[in-house]
């Protein structure tokens, strides 16, 4: 599956933004998704997760509370909603997915072997 990432920006805190992702393939509705950030000097760090169709839903305690994924499988679509954003949020944003993400790894990069490209979101003081 082919991931695409859009909607970054550069917002004020305390403001909100919703980034999509949006993926290729008849089988997506199977996969689990993730959101993950990276800054610079960073590795990745999970954000956020949907593990398989269940909806069962994964966020780190940063964004719990501020951040919501979701997904419209008719649209092939990923969302995450970002309400309440602080200059911490700054990051590059990548959506990923997988088929065979254990419920383990879902909040590991290594759990995905798909990837979008990124989407830059810069929260300003």
């Known amino acids: 599956v082919q991931l695409q990432a859009s909607g970054g920006g550069l917002v004020q805190a305390g403001d909100s933004l919703s980034l999509s992702c949006v993926a290729s393939?008849?089988?997506?509705?199977?996969?689990?998704v993730a959101w993950f950030r990276r800054t610079p000097g960073k590795e990745r760090e999970f954000v956020a997760a949907?593990?398989?169709?269940?909806?069962?839903?994964y966020y780190a305690d940063s964004v719990k509370d501020r951040f919501t994924i979701s997904r419209d499988n008719a649209k092939n679509t990923v969302y995450l909603q970002m309400n309440s954003l602080k200059p911490e949020d700054t990051a590059i944003y990548f959506c990923?997915?997988?088929?065979?993400?254990?419920?383990?790894?879902?909040?590991?990069?290594?759990?995905?072997?798909?990837w979008g490209q990124g989407t830059q979101v810069t929260v300003s003081s």
């Open positions: 949907m593990w398989r169709s269940q909806g069962r839903l």
């Open positions: 393939g008849s089988t997506f509705r199977s996969y689990s």
């Open positions: 990923a997915a997988d088929m065979h993400t254990i419920l383990s790894s879902v909040r590991d990069v290594r759990g995905y072997d798909n």
